[in-house]
């Protein structure tokens, strides 16, 4: 599709639609190529393909809950407990082993300073603060994998990624964010670093210092 076909869809300014095809070829959505004195608009369909997908998961979790939840009730409601916001309720819609995972990275969470505990999109997801997201439990980034996901440099990440415990996030990988597959082999002392390491790049440096500061006082009350 030419500018000027796309132009003539929409009524705003053509400055405006100028603005709004560059922000799409720099999300890599969009390319355009030369045909005589024409800028000919092509599509990226592979990279929309993560868009429908990554959207297919509201539709999924949407049917789900049409199914389960009974007619007259509330079809959306809280994860948390409003007395208790780090316990889910009994009909979270964890398994056994997403559970189990949960409460380990909690464990590991705890201690972070600041540390806040929320869901995006339905993962569990830990954030340094508010919005400072450094872990998430994932059930979507691998088919059928859960997998832990965290923020590494891309040194470290070119080190983990090989395609069976480690992968490239399907969003943020530039930035990244790699994922860890979790399971009955998952080595959760290798999890722990990972998931400390992602904190310190996030977190503020007060909260980088509160943490070097309890590590400091947890070794000196060990050499005593």
């Not at 998430?136 to 980034?141: A, G, N, Q, R, T």
Request: charged share 30%.
């Amino acid at each position: 599709m030419t500018a000027g076909d796309i132009a003539a869809r929409f009524a705003h300014a053509w400055p405006t639609t100028t603005r709004h095809l560059q922000v799409l070829q720099r999300a890599g959505l969009l390319g355009h190529a030369r045909q005589g004195r024409n800028r000919v608009y092509d599509l990226d369909h592979k990279r929309l393909d993560l868009v429908r997908e990554w959207l297919a998961w509201f539709d999924h979790t949407l049917a789900r809950e049409r199914m389960t939840v009974p007619a007259g009730t509330q079809a959306c409601r809280p994860i948390y407990e409003d007395k208790d916001r780090h316990k889910m309720t009994k009909n979270d819609g964890l398994s056994r082993g997403e559970r189990k995972a949960l409460e380990t990275l909690r464990a590991i969470c705890s201690v972070l300073p600041e540390s806040v505990e929320t869901t995006t999109f339905g993962h569990p997801t830990f954030q340094a603060g508010k919005k400072r997201t450094f872990v998430v439990l994932d059930d979507h980034e691998q088919p059928g994998i859960l997998c832990l996901v965290f923020k590494a440099d891309r040194a470290e990440q070119t080190r983990l990624v090989d395609g069976e415990r480690f992968f490239l996030c399907k969003f943020g990988a530039k930035h990244g964010w790699t994922s860890m597959r979790v399971d009955a082999r998952t080595d959760w002392r290798q999890a722990k670093e990972l998931v400390v390491a992602s904190y310190r790049r996030v977190a503020l440096k007060r909260m980088v210092a509160a943490l070097d500061g309890h590590g400091s006082r947890m070794n000196g009350a060990t050499q005593t």
